[in-house]
């Protein structure tokens, strides 16, 4: 082993090594006090083009493997809805607001006639 604590594993000693220098980054939080900081100050630009899925949900049945295997063309499943009851919109698979169904220009869409406030979400996951 070498008595020069600048070399490493037999390599020539390097003089001209520099101490790393970091950014300081802004804090989200005061680290002494933990307070958080208020939502309009936070920059939520970062976040807009991340791609979420949206998916419009009519309802969900159960059934068996022998029953799934069974279906046909013309096949009907009965939903855990009563007709005219509203869909459940979901992104990322959280339900978020809910809707019925429309046609504009020969397309379908949902017109939200009720969405969900952000801390009804937070206690739903509970």
Not at 3 to 26: L, Q, S
Not at 83 to 112: C, Q, S, Y
């Amino acid at each position: 082993m070498s008595e020069n604590p600048n070399e490493f594993a037999g390599e020539e000693a390097v003089d001209d090594i520099e101490a790393a220098t970091f950014e300081e980054f802004d804090h989200q939080y005061d680290d002494e006090k933990r307070v958080e900081t208020p939502l309009e100050e936070i920059n939520m630009d970062v976040i807009l083009d991340v791609p979420v899925t949206i998916a419009m949900e009519i309802g969900r049945a159960q059934i068996n493997i022998r029953n799934l295997l069974q279906l046909n063309q013309g096949s009907v499943v009965e939903l855990d809805r009563f007709a005219g009851e509203p869909l459940d919109v979901l992104v990322n698979g959280t339900l978020i607001a809910h809707g019925e169904v429309v046609v504009v220009n020969d397309k379908f869409g949902i017109r939200l006639t009720e969405v969900i406030s952000p801390s009804e979400r937070v206690k739903r996951l509970a």
